[in-house]
């Protein structure tokens, strides 16, 4: 019912910018909220940023003053701006919906993440 591609990433110095982008082709249903979670090698999965279908932010405390979470008009592309990158912020970082059917049955959606290294 949800289709996520992934776009952005890649290989920063410190001090650089990123912005990951993520669309969400939605067959049937509703997307409630979207985001962004990132896995470094060895950790656990952890929030980044999401963004609710109203535009209402939430940021991880590692994220806030640096990032920056939008969603466009139609509700489908949302974008993530990372500014002063520093190299703990190297991760994959993985796209995620919360989705809603139109009987109100929840699904998380998962993209297949992509790579970002913060490296001097």
């Known amino acids: 019912q949800v289709q996520l591609v992934e776009s952005g990433g890649g290989l920063v110095q410190p001090g650089e910018s990123l912005r990951l982008s993520c669309a969400a082709s939605?067959?049937?249903?509703?997307?409630?909220?979207i985001g962004w979670y990132r896995q470094a090698p060895g950790k656990q999965r952890e929030l980044v940023a999401t963004?609710?279908?109203?535009?209402?932010?939430t940021y991880a405390d590692s994220a806030k003053g640096r990032f920056t979470i939008s969603l466009n008009n139609a509700g489908n592309t949302m974008s993530l701006q990372m500014n002063s990158l520093k190299p703990e912020d190297t991760a994959v970082y993985y796209c995620?919906?919360?989705?809603?059917?139109?009987?109100?049955?929840?699904?998380?959606?998962w993209g297949q993440g992509t790579q970002v290294t913060v490296s001097s």
């Open positions: 995620t919906v919360v989705w809603f059917s139109r009987s109100w049955s929840r699904r998380d959606y």
């Open positions: 939605v067959s049937s249903g509703s997307i409630d909220s």
């Open positions: 963004i609710t279908g109203g535009g209402k932010p």
